[in-house]
């Protein structure tokens, strides 16, 4: 039984979606994307099933879907990781891949950016204490280990076209960290700070970052 007439019968998920309902698009069409404990939707606008994903799975508690767009709805994708760290990709076309970067906990976060600035998206996996992040051969770009825990999800900064930072909030040692593509800490940090933490411009002809954070 396909989804559709799973939809048209039930109007339900098979278990209860604890995170957002998700819109992308790639080429000229939309999909509506979420999904319950072990099965992933994909719809379109009208609510009606655009891709039949068979593949089933525990999926990651603390992560969403990451968006991989390749321009067309043949090759785009999306990236999300299962309760034990496996990477699956579920492809727009229905076609489903998987790719294994080692045992995690259930408690990890997981995004899927480029950090390298080499047009590749990297595997970053914050658990715990220690962040990592991996090539797209599996090779380990870098890791890093704080002094606490980590409760918060990695922040994604895009200053330059080779120049992206990933921020890591330390709320126990009430310090935040920007840490470069090549795994060491950005000059003049970590600063004082528990709160996920925003890096701009105040106005449009300012030269200057501005950094806006909670603190203690």
Not at 153 to 180: M, Q, T
């Amino acid at each position: 039984r396909g989804l559709g007439d799973v939809y048209k019968r039930q109007d339900k998920t098979e278990s209860h979606v604890r995170q957002p309902v998700n819109h992308f698009r790639a080429g000229n069409r939309d999909f509506i994307v979420f999904g319950d404990r072990l099965r992933t939707y994909i719809l379109d606008r009208r609510g009606n099933t655009r891709v039949d994903v068979k593949a089933y799975f525990p999926k990651s508690e603390r992560n969403d879907y990451v968006f991989d767009n390749k321009g067309n709805a043949t090759d785009s994708r999306i990236v999300i990781t299962d309760t034990a760290g496996l990477v699956h990709f579920i492809y727009f076309n229905g076609r489903h891949t998987t790719m294994d970067m080692g045992r995690f906990s259930g408690d990890h976060f997981f995004d899927y950016k480029d950090i390298a600035g080499d047009r590749r998206s990297e595997y970053i996996f914050l658990e715990e204490s220690r962040l990592q992040v991996f090539k797209e051969d599996k090779e380990r770009l870098y890791e890093f280990d704080f002094k606490h825990k980590i409760d918060y999800r990695p922040l994604y900064y895009h200053f330059a076209y080779n120049d992206k930072k990933l921020g890591i909030v330390s709320r126990e040692e009430n310090l935040i960290y920007l840490i470069n593509n090549d795994g060491k800490i950005y000059k003049g940090f970590p600063l004082r700070g528990n709160s996920p933490f925003s890096i701009g411009h105040f106005n449009r002809n300012s030269s200057t970052f501005n950094l806006i954070v909670g603190s203690n």
